[in-house]
């Protein structure tokens, strides 16, 4: 099985967040076993992401608004994101 969800912002609610998937498939069974099920879940991150949640902080004092206090060798990480089909990226300093 496979197909395609398009999200879209909800309104009135602030940028960013997380979309949470929860896909389960019950079978017909059969005259041995009666029905099985399968499911997963898999969350997403918005495209808008905010330097404070970042996966790692080093070099940087973490608040919940803001990273401060950029020291020398100073970085953060976003794991696990697929950069392709980026044409742009913004930040605000």
């Known amino acids: 099985m496979q197909g395609v969800i398009k999200y879209k912002e909800s309104a009135g ?6 979309y949470t998937l929860l896909a389960a498939y019950t079978d017909a069974g059969g005259k ?6 399968g499911s997963t879940v898999m969350s997403f ?11 790692k902080v080093q070099g940087l ?3 919940n608004k803001a990273l401060n206090s950029v020291n020398n060798n100073a970085y953060f990480v976003f794991q696990n994101i697929d950069l392709k089909g ?3 990226l913004t930040y605000h300093y």
């Open 32 to 37: 041995m076993v009666g029905p099985l099920t």
């Open 86 to 88: 980026v044409k742009q």
């Open 45 to 55: 991150r918005s495209p808008l992401l905010q330097a404070e949640d970042a996966d």
């Open 13 to 18: 609610q602030p940028k960013g967040g997380m």
């Open 61 to 63: 004092s973490k608040n």
